[in-house]
């Protein structure tokens, strides 16, 4: 049987991750977290002390250092940069404030979406990111584009960001999350845009299992099919 594939795009705060691992386990599918990817990419700026918004420095950054994206034991990925496991660094709001910049740049995201592509060859996936269902995965089994309310994001975001230890203001993050959403659908490469053929699911006032049980039933419905 050919891979299926699950294709999860939204804004900053929808609650794509979540809702994601979760399709995932059910499905006992690989989970591919693309934004990982990108903070990937921030982090070796931040490391490195690279300005995020110099296209050339950060493809050098790729061109010369070891990432390593895998297949974990948790049933997503996990991210290795020279040798050194990072994935639970990648949630740091200072990573977070890079990713935009560095997802805007054509040579990165024509990187990661080999990658991307790659594991939805060898694999059933659920893949959820801003581009899955139009550039990455375009003839995905199942397309979402997942949205929330902007509070309803950025209250997501801090509850994410104080579980990690971190006390940002929540109107600092309202603020850093509309510039997220302005830079995303702005970028002329690959900007955050639902697909015509995508399901699209307001999250605002539904339960993650709610969410989660609609998705499955699309799942279930393009088997019928």
């Known amino acids: 049987m050919y891979p299926i594939s699950v294709a ?29 990817m990108y903070r990937a990419v921030a982090y070796l700026c931040l490391r490195h002390r690279v300005d995020a918004e ?4 950060v493809e050098h950054l790729l061109n010369t250092h070891d990432v390593v994206f895998a297949e974990g034991t948790d049933g997503g990925i996990r991210v290795s940069v020279d040798g050194l496991e990072v994935t639970k660094a990648l949630r740091d709001p200072d990573v977070s404030s890079r990713v935009s910049a560095v997802a805007a740049h054509p040579q990165v995201r024509t990187r990661l979406t080999e990658w991307q592509r790659a594991f939805a060859r060898d694999h059933s996936v659920v893949m959820d990111g801003r ?25 997501r975001r801090q509850s994410e960001y104080q579980g990690r230890g971190f006390e940002v203001p929540f109107e600092d993050i309202v603020r850093a999350v509309e510039e997220r959403d302005r830079r995303d659908c702005e970028r002329a490469v690959a900007p955050l845009v ?27 419905n393009a088997h019928v099919r």
């Open 8 to 36: 999860i795009d939204g804004p900053a705060g929808a609650g794509k991750s979540t809702v994601a691992k979760m399709v995932a386990k059910r499905l006992q599918f690989l989970y591919v977290d693309t934004g990982a």
């Open 54 to 57: 110099d296209a050339v420095a």
């Open 131 to 155: 581009d899955i269902g139009t550039v990455v995965l375009p003839h995905a089994t199942v397309k979402v584009f997942l949205t929330a309310d902007v509070r309803e994001r950025a209250r």
């Open 194 to 220: 639902a697909a015509d053929d995508a399901h699209r699911i307001d999250s605002t006032s539904k339960s993650i299992e709610a969410v989660v049980n609609e998705i499955l039933q699309l799942v279930e």
